[in-house]
């Protein structure tokens, strides 16, 4: 605690990371639990990292190790009127940054792992996570990021946790229904599975590659689920369900 009580905004702090690289913190505010720090590259820091402090003032003072990092939850505690950031890479997700009076540093981010689909996004279509269980509203559009404006959760917050689904529903994606990986799996899951799930169905376009792949692979034909999922696919749904029923077995 001595030497937390030694940070001041502005010094910085230097290390050699659990992956060898050099990295910088930078403090942003000292508190009376501790002290914010801030860093531009991704940093992994294990017990046994070795802490070195300069002082903005041109001083250095003595180093310290990190004795034992706390495991926590990996989710991001998002309310109405927060801002978070989508990147369009997979950088992990990181909460906001907030000073001692309250006000926001730096909004939450998340990063996104099919980034091309912000391609087709623009300001004022919502956008929903983790099955609708957050809402919120696109902001502003850029070449790496998208901001969101969140409208709608719980009362008391709600967790955005890794892993979840980010849904587009009013967004004319020009993503196809099957990505090659679909296509890689589409042979086991004929073989092996009951029920082939089609995503973000959007056109008879769609369901008719779903059909061609599955007569091409000449096996047993497993029942078809459209997954409605976009305002694109609602529209499109008549000329959809006429083309899904030409397979054996159909559900929506």
Same mark, same amino acid.
């Given at each position: 605690?001595?030497?937390?009580?030694?940070?001041?905004?502005?010094?910085?702090? @230097?290390? /050699? &990371?659990? @992956?060898?690289?050099?990295?910088?913190?930078?403090?942003?505010?000292?508190?009376?639990?501790?002290?914010?720090? *801030?860093?531009?590259?991704?940093?992994?820091?294990?017990?046994?990292?070795?802490?070195?402090? @300069?002082?903005?003032? !041109?001083?250095?003072?003595?180093?310290? *190790?990190?004795?034992?990092?706390?495991?926590?939850?990996n989710?991001?505690?998002?309310?109405?009127?927060? =801002?978070?950031?989508? +990147?369009?890479?997979?950088?992990?997700?990181?909460?906001?940054?907030?000073?001692?009076?309250?006000?926001?540093? +730096?909004?939450?981010?998340?990063?996104?792992? /099919?980034?091309?689909?912000?391609?087709?996004?623009?300001?004022?279509?919502? /956008?929903?996570?983790?099955?609708?269980?957050?809402?919120?509203?696109?902001?502003k559009?850029?070449?790496?990021?998208?901001?969101?404006? /969140? +409208?709608?959760?719980?009362?008391?917050?709600?967790?955005?946790?890794?892993?979840?689904?980010?849904?587009?529903?009013?967004?004319?994606?020009?993503?196809?229904?099957?990505? =090659?990986? &679909?296509?890689?799996?589409?042979?086991?899951v004929?073989?092996?599975?009951?029920?082939?799930?089609?995503?973000?169905?959007?056109?008879?376009?769609?369901?008719? =590659?779903?059909?061609a792949?599955?007569?091409?692979?000449? !096996?047993? =034909?497993?029942?078809i689920?459209?997954?409605?999922?976009?305002?694109? !696919?609602?529209?499109?749904?008549? &000329?959809?369900?006429?083309?899904?029923?030409?397979?054996?077995?159909?559900?929506?």
């Amino acid at each position: 605690m001595s030497w937390l009580k030694r940070l001041e905004v502005g010094d910085k702090i @230097r290390l /050699i &990371d659990a @992956r060898h690289s050099r990295r910088s913190f930078r403090v942003v505010d000292c508190l009376d639990q501790g002290c914010w720090l *801030e860093a531009n590259k991704t940093t992994y820091i294990v017990p046994g990292t070795t802490l070195r402090l @300069r002082s903005h003032k !041109g001083k250095k003072l003595r180093a310290t *190790e990190i004795v034992a990092v706390s495991p926590r939850e990996n989710c991001l505690l998002l309310h109405p009127g927060d =801002q978070l950031i989508v +990147t369009r890479d997979q950088t992990p997700g990181r909460p906001e940054v907030r000073d001692s009076g309250g006000q926001v540093l +730096t909004p939450a981010r998340i990063g996104c792992s /099919i980034p091309s689909v912000f391609n087709d996004v623009q300001s004022g279509e919502s /956008i929903w996570f983790d099955d609708g269980k957050i809402g919120g509203v696109v902001e502003k559009v850029a070449p790496d990021q998208v901001q969101v404006r /969140i +409208t709608q959760t719980r009362l008391q917050g709600a967790k955005l946790r890794a892993d979840k689904g980010i849904n587009l529903p009013e967004s004319q994606l020009s993503l196809p229904a099957l990505t =090659q990986q &679909d296509l890689e799996d589409l042979s086991f899951v004929a073989q092996h599975a009951d029920v082939v799930e089609l995503s973000f169905a959007n056109r008879a376009s769609d369901v008719e =590659q779903l059909q061609a792949e599955l007569q091409r692979l000449d !096996g047993r =034909q497993p029942a078809i689920v459209l997954k409605i999922e976009t305002r694109l !696919g609602f529209e499109n749904l008549p &000329d959809m369900l006429l083309t899904a029923m030409r397979s054996p077995v159909v559900a929506l």
